[in-house]
C-alpha cells in the first residue's frame, strides 16, 4: 500500500515558466490538501480538495496558482509563469476524512526551484 | 501576530538530557493539537497527539494548557537520533475542513 505519491521530487523551471505538481492521495483517501514551506519557514496550508471539488482554497495566493483533484488521476497544483518568489518546498497531504489530523500522510514533497 | 509560535532554537543538548519546547497558539478555538516532526526539511511526520489530560509515548510527554493557550513538549533521554525540527500543530475549531496550522518549528540537536 503505497503512501502518498508526489512526483517530481525536485522541479527546476525558469521565471516565466509553467510548474505542475503531482500528488496521488493513499488508497482509499478521498481528501487532498496542498501546503507549501517557503525557506527558513513553517509550512501553510494553501488548498483542501476533495474529489472534483475545491472544499477551501484560503491560502492560496490570488493569481497564478490554480489546483484540481479529479474524478480520476492525481490531484495537480498548477503554478502558471512562475517567479523566484514560488521557490519552496510543496507538500501534499491525504485522509480518510476531512477532520484531518492525525489521520493525515503527507508526501515526500516536490522542491521547485525557480531560476 | 502569528497563530502559532515556537522559539525557533536552536536547542543544542548533550545525548541523555531532557528537553522541554513551548509552543502558544492566539486562537481560542483551537479544538486539535498536534506535534509534528520533520527532519532535514522532508514531510512532517506525527510525533503524538495532544489531549488535555496530558499523554506520554516512551521518552515523549505533551501538555495543553487550554486556559493559557500554551503547548509543551518534554524529551527525556535525548538520542542523537531526536535530533529535528518540532512542529506545533492546531486545527481551528471553527474550521470543518481540517486544516493544519503549523508553528515555524523548533530545532533540536542532540550532541555525543
Known amino acids: 500500500n503505497a503512501g502518498v505519491m508526489q512526483n517530481p521530487r525536485h522541479l527546476v523551471r525558469r521565471r516565466g515558466q509553467e510548474a505542475r505538481l503531482r500528488c496521488s492521495p493513499m488508497?482509499?483517501?478521498?481528501?487532498v490538501y496542498w501546503y507549501r514551506q517557503l525557506p527558513e519557514e513553517g509550512l501553510k496550508f494553501m488548498v483542501y480538495?476533495?474529489?472534483?471539488?475545491?472544499?477551501?482554497e484560503s491560502g492560496m495566493p490570488k493569481e497564478r496558482f490554480s489546483a484540481e483533484f479529479p474524478k480520476e488521476g492525481p490531484s495537480i497544483l498548477r503554478i502558471q509563469q512562475v517567479v523566484r518568489g514560488d521557490s519552496a518546498a510543496y507538500f501534499c497531504?491525504?485522509?480518510?476524512?476531512?477532520?484531518?489530523?492525525?489521520?493525515?500522510?503527507f508526501g515526500s514533497g516536490t522542491r521547485l526551484t525557480v531560476v | 501576530r502569528k497563530e502559532v509560535e515556537q522559539d525557533p532554537g536552536p536547542f543544542n543538548v548533550p545525548e541523555g538530557a531532557t528537553v522541554a519546547f513551548n509552543c502558544t497558539y492566539s486562537n481560542s478555538a483551537s479544538q486539535s493539537f498536534f506535534w509534528y516532526r520533520q527532519d532535514c526539511r522532508k514531510e512532517p511526520k506525527l510525533l503524538m497527539s495532544v489531549y488535555s489530560s496530558g499523554n506520554e509515548d516512551g521518552r515523549f510527554t505533551a501538555q495543553l494548557n487550554r486556559a493559557s493557550q500554551y503547548i509543551s513538549l518534554l524529551i527525556r533521554d535525548s538520542k542523537l537520533s531526536d535530533s529535528a525540527t518540532y512542529l506545533c500543530?492546531?486545527?481551528?475549531?471553527?474550521?470543518?475542513?481540517?486544516?493544519?496550522?503549523f508553528g515555524q518549528g523548533t530545532t533540536l540537536q542532540v550532541k555525543p
Open positions: 497531504a491525504s485522509s480518510p476524512t476531512r477532520t484531518g489530523g492525525h489521520g493525515y500522510t
Open positions: 488508497k482509499g483517501h478521498s481528501h
Open positions: 480538495l476533495q474529489k472534483e471539488n475545491i472544499i477551501d
Open positions: 500543530v492546531v486545527i481551528h475549531g471553527s474550521s470543518n475542513t481540517g486544516k493544519l496550522i
